[in-house]
């Protein structure tokens, strides 16, 4: 199995996830407010599914992506969310139906893609890889948003090791997106996965470092969790600072989550 095939394979299984919990759901449920300001049930569901949908124009119709970002450029930040609030406004056999089509269409549109090019996007370019490693990541926090409303146990799986190597691949961004410069020397991240398997990113003598539960290191950097809430920890004034900003996702700085 390539690894594109393991991510989407992971993407589905979590994406069905989300499924079989909102596809019962009445009107009340889909208008049920999430911890995201201003976000229902339907906008999280919509924003994942035009997300999706953006992310198959990439890799198969550049002049349909072109258009879709001059019309971003009238609003770069506020472009995405308005889309997903568009969307929500949907019927939730509408919305349903969309999202199937999406999650169908996504794996296709990746595994078809030209081996060795990279896809436009908002941000870098990405290869079909590190777009199902996005889509992982954004399907999994944004399902975890839908959970917490509707009092719905989240299942804690290795899978989430993808939101941990995003996470710490984009410890630089997270640094810029703040205006900051980013630390010259590398951390050491070790996390434990929930099957008590050890994670571990960069080498072993580093004078700074990040540990302890990698599902608390995945809620941070997807700005699910406050600093505080975490049983993270760090040595060193860099990597503290880098708890106190990470952010995994593509944009500006987020607000984050307050302390509970």
């Not at 995405?80 to 969309?98: F, I, M, N, S, T």
């Not at 470092?209 to 049983?231: E, I, K, M, N």
């Not at 760090?234 to 989550?257: K, M, N, S």
Request: glycine fraction near 6%; include cysteine.
């Amino acid at each position: 199995m390539t690894l594109l095939d393991e991510l989407l394979d992971d993407l589905e299984a979590e994406s069905d996830r989300l499924w079989n919990v909102v596809v019962g759901l009445d009107d009340d449920g889909w208008d049920t407010p999430t911890p995201a300001t201003g976000w229902s049930v339907a906008t999280q569901v919509a924003h994942l599914l035009w997300t999706d949908e953006v992310a198959v124009i990439a890799a198969t119709d550049q002049d349909a992506w072109d258009a879709l970002v001059l019309r971003a450029l009238e609003d770069p930040t506020g472009f995405v969310d308005q889309q997903a609030h568009e969307v929500a406004r949907l019927r939730p056999e509408a919305l349903l139906g969309r999202w199937g089509a999406a999650r169908e269409a996504l794996p296709r549109a990746l595994r078809e893609f030209p081996v060795g090019q990279k896809m436009p996007w908002f941000g870098p370019p990405m290869s079909p890889a590190s777009m199902a490693t996005a889509r992982f990541m954004e399907t999994w926090a944004h399902a975890l948003d839908v959970y917490d409303a509707l009092e719905v146990v989240p299942e804690l799986t290795d899978r989430i090791r993808h939101v941990t190597h995003l996470g710490v691949r984009t410890r630089d961004f997270a640094f810029s997106v703040h205006g900051l410069e980013a630390p010259a020397e590398e951390f050491r991240v070790e996390l434990t996965a929930p099957s008590g398997e050890l994670w571990a990113w960069g080498p072993e003598d580093a004078a700074q470092s990040v540990r302890g539960p990698a599902y608390d290191f995945c809620l941070l950097v997807t700005q699910r969790v406050h600093r505080d809430d975490t049983d993270l920890v760090a040595v060193g004034a860099d990597a503290e600072q880098w708890l106190a900003i990470a952010q995994a996702f593509a944009g500006p700085a987020g607000d984050g989550r307050q302390r509970r």
